[in-house]
């Protein structure tokens, strides 16, 4: 695979379009490219790809808010969860085989594509937070782990803890970050990342920089709305070519 002439403007592609969505949206890099890698390799080779792309991005996003000293001290029980949950989850990425870890990804793009389009927002009390924090924590890790996505439901909780804009975004940017470092660790520990893997995630870099670069300037010309709703039927049907692939 590594040695096709498609691969590596596959992997460009890929990640271009997933920093433009993340340009745009403000999230989404992870799944987007995933879900787009996972059509032509194993989740565990993609997961292992999107490490130093995911980091650059998410660095950026968590550390240009004011906000990280106070949000870490608000959200650590769920980081901590993200990172044992993802320890676990890692082992099922690795050992499955493909096939099924797709359908597991495939499931994972489909419930969250579905919940953003039409699940309604939440609001949550602060007394749930100390027992909630850590079991959404533990869930998203696991499903982080075992798919390389890092949105459910650690977005929809964080959303419904109704911080304001800034402190939103850089809430998303501090979960991804420590997402990603679990994950990579988790792979790591299972030996599903390699020299190889971690030349190839360097060099996806690039494209994902460019393609945030340019979503960040289509974001003032197009309804976000609108866009948000066509990139999420683009998850569903992503999520169901990968769901259904293995009883074809």
């Known amino acids: 695979m590594y040695e096709s002439s498609f691969f590596l403007p596959l992997v460009a592609l890929a990640f271009f379009a997933a920093g433009g969505v993340k340009g745009i949206t ?10 787009l890698l996972g059509t032509a390799m194993p989740p565990a080779a993609a997961a292992a790809m999107l490490v130093l792309p995911s980091l650059a991005t998410n660095a950026w996003q968590l550390f240009a808010g004011p906000a990280m000293a106070r949000l870490w001290r608000r959200l650590w029980p769920m980081l901590l969860g993200i990172v044992v949950g993802t320890a676990g989850g890692a082992a099922l990425l690795v050992r499955a085989a493909p096939s099924w870890s797709g359908l597991a990804l495939g499931l994972a793009l489909l419930g969250y594509a579905g919940y953003a389009l039409w699940a309604p927002p939440l609001s949550l009390p602060s007394r749930l937070e ?3 924090s850590p079991l959404v924590g533990l869930t998203t890790g696991v499903i982080t782990g075992a798919t390389g996505v890092f949105v459910m439901p650690a977005v929809p909780y964080l959303q419904a803890l ?3 804009k800034d402190e939103l975004v850089q809430a998303l940017g501090l979960s991804f970050t420590v997402s990603t470092l679990a994950l990579a660790a988790g792979l790591l520990a299972h030996g599903a990342l390699r020299v190889e893997q971690v030349s190839l995630s360097a060099l996806a870099i690039a494209p994902a920089l460019a393609g945030m670069w340019l979503g960040q300037q289509v974001r003032a010309r197009i309804s976000a709305k609108r866009f948000r709703q066509c ?5 569903m049907l992503l999520g169901l070519e990968l769901t259904v692939r ?3």
């Open 130 to 132: 100390p027992w909630l």
């Open 231 to 235: 990139f999420l039927l683009f998850l």
């Open 246 to 248: 293995p009883f074809l």
């Open 162 to 164: 109704r911080l304001d």
């Open 26 to 35: 403000g999230m989404g890099l992870p799944t987007v490219a995933m879900g």
